[in-house]
């Protein structure tokens, strides 16, 4: 019973987080069209300055904050910098054809991940480092009993849970969530309503940059800072994304949610070293049943 | 006053707008005919700034249109309701119209929940459906929806796109009809474009004849009507 429970709570708490690194990815892609590789190499960024800060003195909230600003700055500079110029040189031979607009800004975020990548090693050096927890992470006790979770764990599911209640209601009741909508759905119609699509799409970046960074701080205490230690968590988040359907903010969540139980069951009940095995499994299963994903629409992108 | 003079408008080696122009008179409705691709839809998608103008000028109430965006665009009062019934089928109707006046939201509070109010009252169909997604509308109540998009901007100038296509005839006429009483009651100017010339030229004032990206006719609504060379040469009836 134990089992079970420590099963579902280790679970859910890892699920919360690719859900958070799902949102990100989601948000980009549907507002820009573009998958972010360098998604994780942000988050890695912005948490090593939240460790740096912490290591001189600094509260964990402070530079949680912090964190989290640097995150949205980044991912706002990412298009400001990099992607809206990109999108500005349709003209130019390389980006005529839309096969080449549509793989450009990917490479292009692959790029933006070995800078990252490489100016943490050089700015922080390369070896790894802990990241702290603002409450405990050893089992909780409650009168004496070992709780099957921790109070990490308890945090952990409560911050993501009121991230997604905080999006959500900016997606469905305010004007500058309904202009993101529009937008994302269709781009001529929105300029002709008076949306500035292009503010909106750097406005994308920004929510999924903070997300990710999020996601960053709550997946390093488990697995130590170093400049690649976010690759794997993208990797899943990004296998969760497609589980739930690329283009459905409920679909990567939900997909993220599920593959951290699956991994949590395969860790619990067989063995980690299965672990990669179970996740593509589910991952073929789910493409061969629903190819668009469990919440995706079946509207197939037009190249 | 919308006057548009030597406009080009190209796709690649195409000119699909070959030197137009005209005037769209200030309250009054003109209308754009032509056959299938005599570029009746990239005059408006020009105007409103969605395709870029190789060359020639459009000025509205004596400010240049040229490379200006559509958002920049339909802030100085001209909207846009573009072909084939164009509302966002994932959002409901009350979103749709409401995305129309997003952008003067803040400033504008209490005139845009009357604008709002007002098309309900046009369309007193929208009203019924408003929690509904657009998608599960029918093409008229779509075309109806698209327009209210479209007057919750608050335009002086309207510019429709084939309003008729794809719809019963019965439908067309209500909706032409609203156009009609919209332009006469307030003042809107509109410029209609259709590939159903009798419909169009029933109701507007004055009769913009496209062929091949030039203008052949431009003549008063009656006239074109009228004329039964031209329709036998340009419309094929």
Redesign the interface.
């Known amino acids: 019973m134990d089992q079970l429970l420590s099963a579902i709570f280790a679970g859910t708490s890892r699920g919360a987080i690719y859900a958070l690194v799902a949102l990100g990815i989601v948000l980009v892609w549907r507002g820009a069209g573009v998958i972010n590789f360098a998604q994780m190499g942000q988050a890695m960024f912005s948490t090593y300055v939240a460790s740096n800060l912490i290591m001189h003195g600094t509260s964990y909230w402070v530079a949680f904050v912090v964190a989290l600003i640097v995150g949205t700055v980044l991912g706002a500079a990412v298009d400001l910098l990099v992607m809206r110029p990109l999108s500005g040189k349709r003209s130019s031979a390389m980006m005529a054809s839309p096969a080449m607009r549509g793989t450009i800004p990917v490479i292009a975020s692959l790029g933006i991940l070995g800078l990252l990548q490489s100016a943490a090693g050089m700015i922080w050096a390369a070896e790894e480092r802990g990241f702290p927890t603002p409450v405990n992470s050893l089992g909780l006790s409650i009168n004496g009993n070992v709780m099957p979770f921790t109070a990490f764990d308890i945090f952990v599911i409560g911050v993501v849970l009121f991230t997604l209640f905080v999006t959500t209601i900016f997606f469905q009741k305010t004007g500058m969530g309904l202009a993101m909508r529009a937008s994302a759905l269709n781009p001529e119609v929105a300029r002709l309503s008076g949306i500035r699509t292009s503010s909106v799409r750097t406005l994308s970046w920004a929510i999924s940059g903070a997300a990710s960074s999020l996601a960053g701080l709550l997946v390093t205490p488990s697995a130590n800072l170093s400049p690649n230690t976010l690759d794997l968590v993208l990797i899943i988040g990004f296998t969760a994304t497609v589980i739930g359907g690329l283009d459905s903010l409920p679909g990567g969540v939900i997909g993220g949610f599920i593959l951290g139980l699956v991994i949590s069951f395969i860790n619990v009940y067989d063995s980690p070293s299965d672990v990669f095995l179970a996740i593509l499994a589910f991952l073929l299963l789910v493409l061969l049943v629903r190819p668009q994903g469990l919440l995706g629409s079946k509207e197939v992108r037009r190249v | 006053m919308l006057k548009i003079e030597n406009l080009v408008t190209e796709y690649g080696a195409v000119k699909a707008l070959d030197g137009v122009s005209f005037t769209a008179v200030q309250g009054k409705i003109t209308t754009v005919i032509g056959a299938n691709g005599a570029g009746k839809s990239t005059l408006l998608r020009t105007i ?3 395709e870029r103008a190789k060359s020639g000028t459009i000025s509205w109430a004596d400010n240049s249109l040229i490379g200006k ?3 920049s665009i ?2 100085t009062g001209i ?2 309701v ?1 072909e084939g019934h ?3 089928s ?2 409901t109707v009350a ?1 749709n119209i ?3 006046a ?4 803040r400033k504008h509070r209490t005139d845009v929940k009357q604008a709002i109010e007002e098309v309900y009252e046009l369309f007193p169909r929208l009203a019924e459906r408003n929690k509904q997604l657009a998608g599960s509308l029918s093409g008229g109540e779509r075309q109806m929806l698209a327009i209210s ?2 007057l919750v ?1 608050r335009p002086q100038l309207l510019l429709l796109d084939e309003p008729s296509l794809g719809l019963a005839p019965l439908v067309v006429e209500q909706i032409i009809q609203t156009v009609n009483d919209l332009c006469r009651k307030s003042g809107l100017t509109v410029l209609l474009v259709e590939q159903n010339a009798n419909t169009a030229l029933a109701v507007a004032d004055y009769g913009v004849l496209l062929s091949l990206g030039k203008v052949v006719a431009n003549l008063p609504a009656a006239e074109l009507k009228a004329d039964a060379s031209l329709r036998a040469a340009y419309l094929g009836y």
């Open positions: 409103s700034g969605l965006a559509p958002e339909v802030r909207a846009h573009p164009a509302v966002i994932q959002l979103e409401e995305m129309g997003l952008f003067r939201r998009r479209a901007s």
